[in-house]
Nanobody
């Protein structure tokens, strides 16, 4: 099973920036691979944040992330990053790195947790006001 390891979380004041990274334990060729981030605050359901497709570089963002967060990847290192700028207290959550690794390019909902087959352990991001 692929391992996803997050890093870069921590505490930051509102308006500050953090950069999350996620390293996958293996690289896959000949497949349609998407990696991204979900987050979950205590007492709330997991919500989609952002994702990127390795095959075409397409990116997807939640409305709450657009204009503030940027997802990028280093295909050679099998790593995905999330640059988080202008952080807000409502960004406080555990952030999970996710991966979808599909044999076929089919229609799917990138906002649905069940669309992703691999999940990291999660990393805490806390934004103080």
């Amino acid at each position: 099973q692929v391992q996803l390891v997050e890093s870069g979380g921590g505490l930051m004041q509102a308006g500050g920036s953090l950069r999350l990274s996620c390293a996958a334990s293996e690289r896959t060729y000949g497949r349609y691979v998407h990696m991204g981030w979900f987050r979950q605050a205590p007492g709330k359901e997991r919500e989609f944040v952002a994702a990127i497709g390795w095959n075409d570089g397409s990116t997807y963002y939640a409305d709450s992330a657009k204009g503030r967060f940027t997802i990028s990847g280093d295909n050679a290192k099998n790593t995905v990053n999330l640059q988080m700028n202008n952080l807000k207290p409502e960004d406080t959550a555990v952030y999970y790195c996710v991966m979808r690794n599909s044999l076929f390019n089919i229609h799917w909902d990138h906002r649905t947790p069940n669309a992703y087959s691999a999940w990291g352990q999660g990393i805490q991001v806390t934004v103080s006001s």
